[in-house]
């Protein structure tokens, strides 16, 4: 069975960063999508940034471009994400998830981020 453990939430000021990482086991992570979500409170839960099996491709919400940048480590089996200029709106609960063809779906238990003054 898969597993993902995601760390690095916290509270930080309006303007500074975090760095999130996703760690993965049980399944195969290279072949695997990543991707991370994040849920604000009485939001719907929203896709953030998703990152190719290999890392070649990258995509991100409107919102965060320019911002944020994923990235993985296939030897590591770990999916970071880097946030940078960090807004209030960007306070939500932020998940990883993995996503393969043919595969079950795996996400994990999120980690907090709060950005406030």
């Known amino acids: 069975q898969g597993q993902l453990v995601e760390s690095g939430g916290g509270l930080v000021q309006p303007g500074g960063s975090l760095r999130l990482s996703c760690a993965a086991s049980g399944f195969t992570f290279s072949r695997s999508v990543m991707s991370w979500y994040r849920q604000a409170p009485g939001k719907e839960r929203e896709l953030v940034a998703t990152?190719?099996?290999?890392?070649?491709?990258?995509n991100y919400t409107d919102s965060v471009k320019g911002r944020f940048t994923i990235s993985r480590d296939n030897v590591k089996k770990v999916v970071y994400l880097q946030m940078t200029s960090l807004k209030p709106e960007d306070t939500a609960v932020y998940y990883c998830?993995?996503?393969?063809?043919?595969?079950?779906?795996?996400w994990g238990q999120g980690t907090q981020v709060a950005v406030s003054s």
């Open positions: 990152i190719s099996s290999t890392g070649a491709t990258t």
């Open positions: 998830k993995r996503t393969r063809t043919g595969f079950n779906d795996y």
